[in-house]
């Protein structure tokens, strides 16, 4: 359920130009969570950093309290004027105390032993009386990212194969240049009928190319065998 006084929406592309223009000049805008952010909805942080959106979708880095942690633009809204940096955690309604009865004095039985005391500390975390052993309330439940695509490119161009491959809008390897053989067999793991005639077609006209310049490679070499032959030993 989302929390009271929770709101829709998140951050356009222009507002997004506009907060990193102002971290970039050293400022600290504020945003509001909206309820994708979970149970700190409706209340107020500052932008301290943005990342990558390509690595994450979680990138708009924003301080909360005495934390920095990353949203993702849908979680946040610009933040209306005059509203405080951060606004006053409702305070969680006080746990019910059961009444201490009175001890009774049984053979056999140990006394009632009271319940613990349970209080605030300054940073919102339930701190149990007895161990002082703090319990932090999750911020936001972690949200897992799916893996970026993986796309590996085969591609003929002026004479060459090469092979690219990228992951997401990072590129794991730039296009290098690979043997026909090798591009063969890689070609040869796509069950595409269309795709292994037109690179059949493609190593023909290759074939037949490098057949042609060889033949006029011996047709020159015939004729400079002659020309050295006409020439009379010296000596």
């Given at each position: 359920?989302?929390?009271?006084?929770?709101?829709?929406?998140?951050?356009?592309d222009?507002?997004?130009?506009?907060?990193?223009?102002?971290?970039?000049?050293?400022?600290?805008?504020?945003v509001?969570?909206?309820?994708?952010?979970?149970?700190?909805?409706?209340?107020?942080?500052?932008?301290?950093?943005?990342?990558?959106?390509?690595?994450?979708?979680?990138?708009?880095?924003?301080?909360?309290?005495?934390?920095?942690?990353?949203?993702?633009?849908?979680d946040?809204v610009?933040?209306?004027?005059?509203?405080?940096?951060?606004?006053?955690?409702?305070?969680?309604?006080?746990e019910?105390?059961?009444?201490?009865?009175?001890?009774?004095?049984?053979?056999?039985?140990?006394?009632?032993?009271?319940?613990?005391?349970?209080?605030?500390?300054?940073?919102?975390?339930?701190?149990?009386?007895?161990?002082?052993?703090?319990?932090?309330?999750?911020?936001?439940?972690?949200?897992?990212?799916?893996?970026?695509?993986?796309?590996?490119?085969?591609?003929?161009?002026?004479?060459?194969?090469?092979?690219?491959?990228?992951?997401?809008?990072?590129?794991?390897?730039?296009?290098?240049?690979?043997?026909p053989?090798?591009?063969?067999?890689m070609?040869?793991?796509?069950?595409?009928?269309?795709?292994?005639?037109?690179?059949?077609?493609?190593?023909?006209?290759?074939?037949?190319?490098?057949?042609?310049?060889?033949e006029?490679?011996?047709?020159?070499?015939?004729?400079?065998?002659?020309?050295?032959?006409?020439?009379?030993?010296?000596?």
């Amino acid at each position: 359920m989302a929390a009271a006084g929770a709101v829709a929406g998140g951050l356009s592309d222009e507002e997004l130009g506009v907060i990193r223009e102002a971290v970039s000049a050293g400022r600290k805008p504020k945003v509001m969570f909206t309820e994708s952010a979970g149970q700190i909805a409706g209340q107020v942080g500052q932008v301290v950093g943005l990342g990558d959106p390509a690595v994450s979708d979680e990138w708009v880095v924003v301080r909360f309290g005495r934390d920095e942690l990353p949203f993702s633009p849908a979680d946040l809204v610009v933040a209306p004027r005059g509203a405080a940096g951060r606004r006053a955690e409702s305070k969680p309604e006080p746990e019910p105390v059961e009444p201490v009865a009175e001890p009774e004095f049984k053979l056999g039985e140990p006394p009632p032993v009271p319940p613990v005391a349970r209080r605030e500390d300054t940073e919102g975390s339930t701190v149990d009386a007895g161990t002082e052993k703090p319990v932090r309330r999750a911020a936001k439940a972690a949200k897992p990212k799916p893996p970026a695509g993986l796309t590996v490119t085969l591609a003929y161009t002026d004479g060459e194969w090469t092979v690219a491959a990228t992951q997401g809008a990072k590129a794991l390897a730039k296009p290098y240049v690979v043997r026909p053989a090798e591009a063969l067999k890689m070609v040869a793991l796509v069950d595409v009928p269309g795709v292994h005639e037109a690179v059949e077609q493609i190593l023909a006209t290759e074939r037949a190319e490098a057949q042609r310049q060889a033949e006029k490679l011996r047709a020159e070499l015939a004729e400079v065998e002659a020309r050295l032959a006409e020439l009379p030993e010296v000596g």
